[in-house]
């Protein structure tokens, strides 16, 4: 028979167990993200809460991507064009982003008057209605004017949204993306520190690809007002 001590000792390797368990399968497989900032909107809303799937470009080993480089026990293979993808944000890796692949590695990507060119070809975008998408906006960007356009990147049909009173980025010249580096951008292009700021993401930077919203909602007591989007919840993101 155990004694009281023995049985503490047995409880408490058995929940360590658990949590190292959970948090390898955190770092192999899906590992859920909030997202804080309006970059990705309409996308992505401030408040989301995402899964992100880990293996989608390689296989990890457990813990190898948490301070250093991760180490692949497989071959790995690139993002797509289109990908929306969460990395280390090169400038301070500490901190993860959230943004959309649009150039891959020897692509050359372009800007003029808006509109994004990969090697001299433009990214196709029609102008859409954006009452609705207004209408769910987040408070801090209601003050803006916006046009909205249905886009497709690589295989993903997509929404972007665009300042009509003022922007950040018209044109931007042509620049070759690196072997092992991609050029990023947010849908929300006017209002996103994203490729066109500091530069590319390095292979070994991302974490994976978004999939899917499992739960939307903004705290109260947060910096932004208080909301529960129950309706988001399994939207896939494309």
Known sequence: MMTRRQ???KEAKSMA???VVVFAFRSVFFEPFRIPSGS???TLMIGDFILVNKFAYGFKVPFSDMYWDPIYITETQNPKRGDVIVFKYPKS???NYIKRVVG???DRV???DKIVFINGKPIEVNEIPGKKIMADMDDKFKKDVYKFYKAQTGNHKHIIQLKQ???TIATWPEITVPKDHFFVMGDNRDNSSDSRFWGFVPFRHIKGRAMFVWFSMIFPFSD???KFRPYRIGTGIH
């Open 165 to 167: 009173s003022q922007f």
């Open 224 to 226: 932004n007002p208080f």
């Open 7 to 9: 049985k503490i000792i």
């Open 104 to 106: 891959l590695p020897g």
């Open 110 to 112: 372009e800007i003029i």
């Open 17 to 19: 167990l658990i949590v």
């Open 93 to 95: 890796p500490d901190l």
């Open 40 to 42: 990705m909107i309409p």
